[in-house]
């Protein structure tokens, strides 16, 4: 049974670095993408990036000047960095386990999020 | 960048009756869609993936369906704890990967 456990800074100041980490227990840590969602007070999922366990990373273009995605195997652990913070940045953060299946016959995929961590709330007030 | 809708934004309904919620992307996306239940303070929850796929332990009355750019969650008999909001969600698998949850959809009690 896989795991995400996360943890981090919850509250921040203006113009900081929001940074926060997962760990995967139980599963495999190749061979999946690992994300990281969050979620304004009230307000619908936005992806902020994802990354592979040899370090490949994908971000959202909405992010991508102040984000930053680390793994480190050796740990199991992947990270996510957002820096100058604003209020904006006030929400619920979650990790989460990411599966591309690629449908070699037809070049279909789809990709799914099957694990998520329980959340982080992450404030920025001054 | 694909875009995705969902409709409508809330959704009444009593204990026992079917609901059917849609999800609209911009441009096609295949089968690429995934549909998350989150219920309040907790952490979304896959339901449904590949479009029509039940994840693992979904009960049978959630089921999804359609391709392209049009998609349908429905949920044959509404449980008290089915209650919540739904997303839909795809993903560009072409530069820049990118996924894209769609505004959800809030299934509350009639």
């Known amino acids: 049974q896989v795991q995400l456990q996360q943890w981090g800074a919850g509250l921040l100041k203006p113009s900081e670095t929001l940074s926060l980490t997962c760990a995967v227990y139980g599963g495999s840590f190749s061979g999946y993408y690992w994300s990281w969602i969050r979620q304004p007070p009230g307000k619908g999922l936005e992806w902020i990036g994802e990354?592979?366990?040899?370090?490949?990373?994908n971000y959202n273009p909405s992010l991508k000047s102040r984000v930053t995605i680390s793994v480190d195997t050796s740990k199991n652990q992947f990270s996510l960095k957002l820096s100058s913070v604003t209020a904006a940045d006030t929400a619920v953060y979650y990790c989460?386990?990411?599966?591309?299946?690629?449908?070699?016959?037809?070049?279909?995929?789809?990709?799914?999020?099957?694990?998520w961590g329980k959340g982080t709330t992450v404030t920025v007030s001054s | 960048e694909i875009v995705m809708t969902q409709s409508p934004a809330t959704l009444s309904v009593s204990p026992g009756e079917r609901a059917t919620l849609s999800c609209r992307a911009s441009q096609s996306v295949s089968s690429n869609l995934a549909w998350y239940q989150q219920k309040p303070g907790q952490a979304p929850r896959l339901l449904i993936y590949?479009?029509?796929t039940r994840a693992t332990g979904i009960p049978a009355r959630f089921s999804g369906s359609g391709s392209g750019t049009e998609f349908t969650l429905t949920i044959s008999s509404l449980q008290s704890e089915d209650f919540a909001v739904y997303y839909c969600q795809q993903y560009n698998n072409w530069p820049p990967h990118l996924v894209t949850f769609g505004p959800g959809t809030k299934v509350d009690i009639k």
């Open positions: 989460a386990r990411g599966v591309l299946v690629v449908v070699a016959a037809t070049s279909h995929y789809y990709y799914y999020m099957d694990v």
């Open positions: 990354i592979n366990h040899s370090g490949s990373t």
């Open positions: 590949g479009a029509s």
